[in-house]
């Protein structure tokens, strides 16, 4: 009898440890609307077990060609790594955005990519995220205020400086305006500071003046035209000189010079590349482009998003501030173009075909 009974004690024993040691697997992850169990990422086992790593890819949005190109370009380039990807797009919603990457969470991705729509209120995003022990990669936009584990992105001050340069070495004196991008993106404060580096000493000089500046809501080319038509109003259609926060803005602004028969008197600086703004400095309605190698941006990005969801270490010595903390980053150079370099960047790295790009021009 009294072997009978060790022997049950022996068992409660092992099954109370066993309900110990599968508790420990869990964490208890509270959203806005209730409790839910996440397992805990245990990728080292995925990689002993030869399963696939899995990437979450969160972006604001596939509105514009850009981000087409970069969700393409980073699928392409995770898969060659030999590693699957999940992407989903909020189209500038902040709370789709977050409901999409907690669902990307919840099916057991091993790393979050996030490119945010807002660069503060995606800081709920990384910290649910860390809650089921997934690492985040900001891509080419900071989150703000979030311990975010790397950046990876351009140096978006030096594109700016590179608008500025262009259109002060074209116009060193008269009236500019400034249209901005989203200002809920971090990148558009970064581009509109690294311009103001350049322009702000002529302005205490006297040889420039803003006369007008605003941010473009969501980025998007109608409010850049409504922008760009309230600055002609206010000045006369005196206005020298424009430098845009993005291609698409400066589609916006260079319709309503079209409008007041002024497309291609005022420079324009734009940045992405995009295919209408390359037609545009062909045809001669914009001055200049940035143009950002999102080829090498998004192989940068795969490498070192598969590299941490192995668990592996990355060394990288460049760190931004995003409010919180110093974040480890990468960031890679862009490249000012304009009619004289056009065939050698944008054309020679097959980033749009030069029959895409001329086909509105007679050469």
């Known amino acids: 009898m009294g072997q009978i009974l060790n022997k049950g004690r022996l068992f409660l024993l092992v099954l109370v440890l066993l309900l110990i ?18 397992p805990l990422k245990t990728t ?14 969160s972006m604001d949005t596939l509105l514009e060609e850009r981000w087409i190109k970069d969700r393409d370009l980073f699928k392409e380039a995770v898969e060659a790594l030999g590693a699957e990807v999940e992407i989903m797009a909020a189209n500038g919603d902040d709370a789709l955005q977050i409901s999409q990457a907690e669902t990307m969470i919840s099916q057991g ?3 979050l990519i996030l490119v945010p729509h807002n660069a503060e209120s995606t800081a709920t995003i990384v910290h649910k995220a860390h809650l089921a022990g997934i690492k985040v990669i900001a891509y080419d936009r900071l989150v703000k205020n979030a311990d975010i584990d790397l950046y990876v992105s351009f140096d978006n001050e030096q594109v700016g400086e590179m608008q500025a340069r262009a259109i002060t070495k074209l116009v060193p004196k008269g009236n500019y305006v400034y249209i901005g991008g989203a200002s809920t993106d971090n990148n558009a404060h970064l581009f509109k ?13 006297g040889d420039i003046t803003i006369v007008y500046d605003q941010w473009t809501k969501d980025w998007q080319p109608v409010n850049a035209l409504a922008n760009m ?13 424009v430098i845009a ?13 079209m409008e007041q028969g002024l497309a291609g008197k005022v420079p324009v600086a734009g940045q992405d590349a995009e295919l209408a703004a390359a037609q545009r400095i062909v045809e001669g309605t914009q001055s200049m482009t940035v143009y950002k190698p999102i080829k090498a941006l998004t192989e940068k990005a795969a490498q070192l998003a598969v590299a941490l969801a192995q668990g592996e270490n990355v060394d990288e010595n460049q760190k931004v501030n995003n ?13 000012a173009v304009d009619q004289v370099n056009i065939d050698d960047t944008i054309i020679a790295d097959g980033f749009h075909s030069r029959q895409d790009v001329y086909q509105k021009v007679k050469e």
């Not at 080292?44 to 890819?57: D, P, S």
């Not at 500071?193 to 000089?205: R, S, T």
């Open 21 to 38: 040691a599968s508790a420990c697997e869990k964490e208890i992850v509270r959203t806005d609307k209730a409790e839910r169990t996440i």
């Open 229 to 241: 038509k309230a600055a002609l109003k206010a000045n006369d259609n005196k206005i020298d000189a």
């Open 109 to 111: 991705i091993d790393l």
């Open 193 to 205: 500071k690294g311009a103001f580096n350049v322009l702000q000493p002529l302005i205490d000089k």
């Open 245 to 257: 926060a993005n291609d698409a803005t400066a589609g916006g602004v260079i319709q309503a010079l």
């Open 323 to 335: 409010g919180k903390i110093e974040v480890p980053s990468v960031l890679l150079s862009p490249i």
């Open 44 to 57: 080292e086992n995925k990689v002993f077990a030869n399963e696939k790593i899995k990437i979450g890819f």
